[in-house]
């Protein structure tokens, strides 16, 4: 494994326990995969609120709308076995749909631009209101017009996905779970994702929490609720582990003999623009699109109620990062879009020489933490509560082992001033000096702090 790797992956696990802290998350599981070699995997805090074991990397996590990706790998390989065509109508396979609803095709259920609802009337299943549909209840809904015409835009659709599911177990003469099951999770082998509930004994699923109400704390969500005709768009658990193994066997370049190539072209390709948001994204057949740090990825997002989870493939760097969060307040996409802007760094500037090595490490003034990234040539500063802990980031030249110049810093900073790392008889560093501010350990601002503060100083 390249050694830039092992110093970013060992940063990017730092950042994320550092996030986990400071989000006051319940847990998060995420792993990091780099081509074909062994991915690097972990886990913080609780399986739930309640637990008093930790969670790991083992355990099972609701990964909602990642379901959509493994629903049209299922699609894509009934299509390379000539059982269907992407530009099949919907009506070709299943009756009793509305008659503009039966025209859109495939294809256009898979992008999300078929016109069909997102969730219905009464949505109250993300809410935990009510049971997801059942399918009598959801070929109800599709018997009622779109919302939209087909293929005039994207817009996102759970009862398009659920339709699909429907189509997958009419063509094979199996339930939609247990050809998945077999045709598409065990042929990527994977060990820990399932289709939907009830989930197999031998795997601890972990429970979801909410948001931290006003005036009271989280309260535990039992994400063990089977999603029912909806499976095929966000039934699935999984683990941050099995969900980058399965993503990197969708590259075009990837090892894989259950997909055929083409199939993996038309799916991680860009089909459609998702309109009115703030940042770029496009989506492929069942595959988000973005851009990080200057790399294109492809992936998913899920929501379940409870849990959250991202996952992003970079085809440049054939790197590949997913993050699970068994809360809601922190979005795992930007979890995944600050370990892959450290992944990038790190994989540029080069791992640390023996000169730069000794600046390694986590620093504290009384009001922020700073992490200390050495690179071949040069250190970075970087403050790991950002959301992305390379933006505004100060970097040291002219390294040595207890030396270094602040060679790029903002206007308001230290610009062209010194960093000074000070260290015990023993050669230990005790203290680091960043211009005229003296950064300590955690343990060293913890004790000033109580000391000063609790006598009013």
């Known amino acids: 494994m390249a050694s830039w790797f092992d110093a970013a992956t060992e940063y990017a696990a730092t950042w994320l326990e550092y996030q986990v802290r400071h989000s006051d998350l319940p847990g998060l599981q995420f792993a990091i995969g780099m081509g074909g070699r062994d991915i690097v995997e972990g886990a913080f805090g609780k399986p739930a609120l309640s637990a008093k074991d930790e969670l790991t990397s083992r355990h099972l996590l609701r990964v909602a709308s990642h379901s959509k990706t493994f629903t049209a790998a299922g699609i894509l390989k009934l299509v390379d076995a000539g059982r269907l065509r992407l530009d099949d109508p919907s009506s070709a396979h299943i009756a009793g749909l509305h008659p503009e609803i039966g025209q859109a095709t495939i294809r256009q259920l898979l992008t999300h631009s078929g016109g069909t609802t997102r969730d219905g009337l009464d949505a109250g299943q993300w809410q935990i ?58 042929a990527a082998g994977l060990s820990r994702t399932y289709v939907d509930a009830p989930f197999d004994e031998q795997a601890p699923l972990a429970r979801g929490a909410s948001h931290r109400l006003i005036g009271q704390g989280r309260h535990e969500i039992d994400t063990s609720i089977p999603t029912n005709a909806l499976a095929a768009a966000t039934g699935f658990a999984s683990t941050a582990g099995d969900l980058v193994r399965f993503f990197r066997q969708l590259s ?115 009001w922020a933490a700073f992490d200390f990234v050495p690179l071949e040539n040069k250190v970075l500063v970087l403050a790991p509560a950002q959301a992305n802990p390379l933006i505004d980031c100060l970097e040291l030249g002219e390294v040595s082992e207890t030396s270094a110049r602040i060679v790029r810093a903002g206007g308001f900073a230290n610009f062209g001033e010194y960093a000074r790392l000070i260290k015990d008889t023993s050669g230990k560093p005790k203290e680091l000096w960043l211009g005229g501010t003296k950064l300590l350990s955690e343990n060293d601002i913890s004790r000033e702090i109580g000391e000063r503060f609790a006598k009013g100083a």
């Open 129 to 186: 209101r009510r049971p997801f549909l059942n399918e009598p209840e959801l070929r109800s809904a599709l018997a009622a017009p779109p919302v939209v015409p087909a293929n005039t835009r994207f817009k996102y659709s759970n009862h398009g996905y659920g339709l699909l599911g429907l189509i997958i177990a009419k063509i094979t003469g199996e339930s939609y779970g247990s050809w998945m099951q077999r045709e598409i999770v065990q």
């Open 252 to 366: 075009p370049e990837a090892e894989n003999g259950w997909l055929s190539i083409a199939a993996r072209r038309e799916m991680t390709r860009r089909h459609w623009l998702v309109p009115d948001m703030s940042v770029e994204r496009h989506y492929g057949l069942g595959t988000m699109h973005g851009n990080t740090s200057g790399w294109a990825w492809f992936g998913h997002s899920g929501v379940f109620p409870g849990c959250l989870s991202h996952t992003a493939v970079v085809p440049e760097a054939d790197v590949a990062v997913s993050a699970i969060v068994n809360g809601v307040e922190t979005q795992p996409a930007l979890l995944v879009d600050g370990v892959l802007a450290i992944l990038r760094a790190i994989r540029e500037g080069g791992s640390a020489s023996p000169a730069t090595a000794s600046w390694r490490g986590r620093w504290w003034t009384p």
